[in-house]
């Protein structure tokens, strides 16, 4: 997914040296990128051309929306391949029960775990446990993790769209003192 990368040195995002910031603009860009646009305090955006004034990196807000969808990336049981559709991941067929050493053909959604055909008997008389055959079960959880993904993602659109609007008041606010700054020193 692209937009889990700088979109101008296309490394992936992540919490370090390619965090993604926002830009004036209300591009996205990685920490890495921006440190190296910044010319004598000027940084000029290389998707829209603007240009505004930036000392330092941290003079641009970190893009907290899209650093939460790394993260759900990142702690989910999913694997994303660019071209792909979304995998999540299951027993396989040479995985067996450590109690009875049978395959493993259920899950079991209030333990989160594997079982065998011979501990759902015993499984499913626990208060609270729903349980469903492998296939069944990581249809589910595909369903759940699309869900998760679409309302990160939906989050993250808020977000960034919260960020523009508040820069672009910023902006605003600026060239009104700036304004009244030349009127006063006429």
């Known amino acids: 997914m692209d937009f889990l990368e700088c979109k101008i040195c296309h490394v992936p995002y992540d919490e ?17 990128c921006v440190r190296a646009l910044i010319k004598y305090s000027i940084f000029e955006c290389p998707k829209c051309r603007m240009k505004n004034k930036v000392d330092v990196v941290d003079d641009l807000p970190v893009c ?3 650093v939460d969808v790394i993260r759900a990336f990142r702690t989910t049981h999913i694997s994303l391949i660019k071209g792909t559709e979304l ?13 009875h050493g ?13 079982i065998c ?15 469903a055959i492998s296939t069944k079960a990581m249809k589910i959880m595909k ?7 679409d309302l990160l993602l939906t989050t993250f ?3 960034t769209d919260n960020a523009s609007s508040l820069l672009q008041d910023h902006k605003d606010k600026k060239k009104e003192l700036l304004e009244k700054v030349e009127l ?3």
């Open 102 to 114: 049978k395959a493993i053909s259920h899950w079991c959604f209030k333990c989160q775990m594997w």
């Open 16 to 32: 370090e040296n390619h965090r993604p910031r926002n830009s004036p603009c209300g591009h996205e860009i990685c920490t890495a």
């Open 143 to 149: 369903e759940k993790t699309m869900k998760d993904i």
């Open 87 to 99: 995998k999540v991941s299951g027993p396989t067929n040479e995985e067996v029960c450590n109690v």
């Open 157 to 159: 659109e808020e977000d």
């Open 117 to 131: 055909k011979d501990c759902l008997k015993s499984h499913s008389s626990l208060i609270g446990c729903s349980t």
């Open 64 to 66: 907290f929306g899209l």
């Open 184 to 186: 006063h020193d006429k």
